[in-house]
């Protein structure tokens, strides 16, 4: 299973972009790369996958190094709704594997 | 209904008190997910079902978790003799079937504290 690695927390001003991490240096050629995040005292919520291409929908972006062994979620204009934990995912076969995420805090 | 939904919210137990935790997934949804999320933590895998089968309890912590889906629908988490270490949320997550699209929909979850 690979395992992905992403800072602990960020902070981010109220408007501006919100640029979260992601390092997947081990993930195989059929896994995905999926966001969720989690507000507090929620279940987590789906956020934006993709394998190879950079990806946009309504609420980000994500973008993917072409040797795939990275990624970025972007959040264009960040609001103090989206403060919550930003977790990166590659999935193995069905199942979800949580690492720490990234605590992101939005500030006015 | 619109979301997954579990129940009870919240619930304290006493040590060696059986607990019953329920998840009703979104109608439709092939598989349905448990994890443990401790204070502060990730969530962490306990089982997957497909349907009523449930094709992987590799995250189980020991053999007083059990969990079932009989008709592949509603499913029951339980935990017999409960300890302080299960402490923790239970999230309840399902998906359609992956022809569909590939989100996960988490419930809310249930607090468990064991006194």
């Known amino acids: 299973d690979a395992k992905t690695t992403q800072p602990t927390s960020m902070d981010c001003a109220e408007g501006r972009a919100a640029n979260l991490p992601c390092n997947h240096s081990?993930?195989?050629?059929?896994?995905?790369v999926y966001w969720y995040r989690q507000i507090h005292s929620q279940g987590p919520q789906y956020i934006i996958h993709g394998l190879k291409n950079n990806e946009t929908n309504e609420m980000a972006s994500l973008i993917i190094t072409e040797d795939r062994k990275s990624s970025t979620l972007i959040l264009p204009h960040a609001t103090l709704r989206d403060t919550a934990v930003y977790y990166c995912i590659v999935r193995p076969r069905g199942k979800l594997i949580f690492g720490q995420g990234t605590e992101l805090s939005v500030k006015p | 209904g619109a979301g997954v939904s579990q129940s009870p919210r919240y619930k304290v137990a006493k040590r060696g008190q059986d607990v019953a935790l329920r998840c009703d997934p979104i109608?439709?949804?092939?598989?349905l997910f448990w994890y443990q999320q401790a204070l502060g933590q990730g969530p962490e895998f306990l089982t997957y079902f497909q349907n009523e089968a449930q094709l992987d309890k590799s995250g189980l912590p020991s053999d007083r978790f059990f969990a079932e889906r009989p008709e592949g629908s509603v499913s029951t988490l339980k935990i017999q003799r409960t300890q302080q270490e299960d402490s923790a949320v239970y999230l309840c997550?399902?998906?359609?079937?992956?022809?569909?699209?590939?989100?996960?929909?988490f419930g809310s979850g249930t607090r468990l504290t064991v006194v």
């Open positions: 997550a399902s998906s359609p079937p992956p022809w569909q699209g590939y989100g996960y929909t």
């Open positions: 081990t993930i195989s050629g059929n896994e995905y």
């Open positions: 109608s439709g949804h092939v598989s």
